[in-house]
């Protein structure tokens, strides 16, 4: 499985981005997704994430209000659409995806695309 973001760019403050990630190979065997960021000097952290049919989503409190994350099965592309942009949202933005067959399991992450929010 390929992982590919687009999307990303520099914002003011208070602007709005949406994030694609673009899913390619054994897709059928993907279930949930996520979007992880990772800002300088600290850890990843999950942003968003959403089941494989989309019915349900979870999101990190500092995010929460602000970004929507959902999926289009049939383009095998995830979306966050990040809203109302902080300077703190300035990371690095991850696509994961949680892929499973048979008896075997494995965790597909993407190239990463710079979010830059301005003050």
């Known amino acids: 499985v390929q992982l590919v973001e687009s999307g990303g760019g520099l914002v003011q403050a208070g602007g709005s981005l949406r994030l694609s990630c673009a899913a390619s190979?054994?897709?059928?065997?993907?279930?949930?997704m996520g979007w992880y960021r990772q800002a300088p000097g600290k850890q990843r952290e999950l942003v968003a994430a959403i089941t494989s049919g989309g019915g349900s989503t979870n999101y990190a409190d500092s995010v929460k209000g602000r970004f929507t994350i959902s999926r289009d099965n049939a383009w095998n592309t995830l979306y966050l659409q990040m809203n109302s942009l902080k300077p703190e949202d300035t990371a690095v933005y991850y696509c994961?995806?949680?892929?499973?067959?048979?008896?075997?399991?494995?965790?597909?992450w993407g190239q990463g695309t710079q979010v830059t929010v301005s003050s």
């Open positions: 190979g054994s897709t059928f065997a993907i279930n949930a």
């Open positions: 994961n995806a949680d892929w499973s067959w048979v008896t075997q399991r494995r965790t597909y």
